[in-house]
């Protein structure tokens, strides 16, 4: 497979589309967004005009939209990957949707002659850029053996975690659960910190080399201290988009989430008042409140 297809060229899909550039591979995209297609191109991508025109030259896809219904049409609509894919060919679901909305498309997949790998993918853009993504990868054993060299270039662990459509979206959605609510009680604790008047960077460092130093909070505490609000490639909406199928999907199984479930509410606030922000809005919300802010 040295053809390989990108739906989706935005903070996440164009990070993995340089990578399997620099893999070697040769890289069809396509995203609505001009300026996205110029980028890519400048890299060294190979501009398709439409959805229909890299499922025609591609052996497989990486679909990497914003959520299901966009995913649903890129894969299933008029048109779409299932109608211009060839035969033996893989669709990689890296987009983060309902493990619902992923077993309709797998389903809706049957008896085409392609395959798809569920893989939603953990890292952020950071992860994205730096080819050392986490997937959470569901699909039949030729269809990973076939897309393995492709996601190897784009990730450093590849979990197998089930064989079915929604599997690998059922574990993001408990991934993220977790992830949000991380995310909530470090924006929280820069506020009393701050209203405290401990220095940002005394914050970090001991955060950092604590128990609690992950990723995730590194990159919160981080970004709150030199008030990087925006353009750092974690728009809200995104986390929020997250929570939101977490959230649903405990309902769907009678499981009560209370920590994600404040994270949730910290989050919906954060995107009500501040609509343009990145995850770390979310702390200007207990900052406004304290009438101080974390800084370096």
């Known amino acids: 497979m040295n053809n390989i297809g990108i739906v989706g060229i935005g903070d996440m899909g164009s990070g993995i589309a ?29 501009a398709c005009p439409s959805v229909a025109e890299v499922g025609i030259v591609a052996d497989a896809v990486f679909v990497m939209v914003m959520n299901g219904a966009q995913a649903e049409a890129v894969i299933l609509g008029e048109g779409g990957l299932r109608d211009t894919l060839q035969e033996g060919s893989v669709i990689l679901l890296t987009a983060t ?20 790998i569920d893989t939603p993918v953990s890292g952020g853009r950071p992860g994205a850029d730096g080819g050392t993504l986490t997937l959470m990868a569901s699909g039949p054993d030729v269809a990973l053996s076939a897309a393995r060299p492709a996601m190897e270039a784009v990730s450093a662990t590849i979990h197998r975690v089930g064989t079915e459509a929604g ?6 959605a408990c991934l993220q ?7 909530a009680g470090a924006f929280e604790a820069t506020a009393l910190a701050a209203k405290a008047g401990v220095p940002g960077q005394v914050l970090y460092d001991v955060f950092s080399t604590s128990a609690a130093g992950c990723g995730i909070t590194k990159a919160a ?5 030199d008030r990087a609000f925006e353009g750092t490639g974690s728009h809200i909406n995104t986390m929020h988009k997250d929570l939101t199928i977490s959230m649903d999907f ?3 199984l009678g499981v009560p989430l209370f920590t994600a479930g404040t994270a949730m509410q910290l989050f919906e606030a954060g995107r009500a008042r501040y609509p343009d922000g990145d995850n770390q809005v979310v702390a200007r919300i207990s900052e406004d409140i304290v009438g101080v802010g974390l800084k370096r």
Do not use: C, W, Y
């Not at 591979?25 to 001009?34: L, R, Y």
């Not at 505490?221 to 201290?225: A, S």
């Open 18 to 46: 340089r990578n399997l550039l620099k893999a070697g591979f040769t890289v069809h995209g396509f995203d609505p967004a001009p300026h996205r297609i110029a980028d890519f191109v400048a890299a060294g991508g190979v």
């Open 97 to 116: 949707i309902k493990p619902s909305e992923a077993q309709a498309i797998g389903a809706g997949l049957d008896g085409s002659g392609i395959m798809m």
């Open 167 to 172: 599997d690998g979206q059922t574990v993001k």
């Open 177 to 183: 659960s977790l992830i949000g609510s991380i995310f």
């Open 221 to 225: 505490v981080g970004n709150v201290m």
């Open 250 to 252: 405990a309902r769907e």
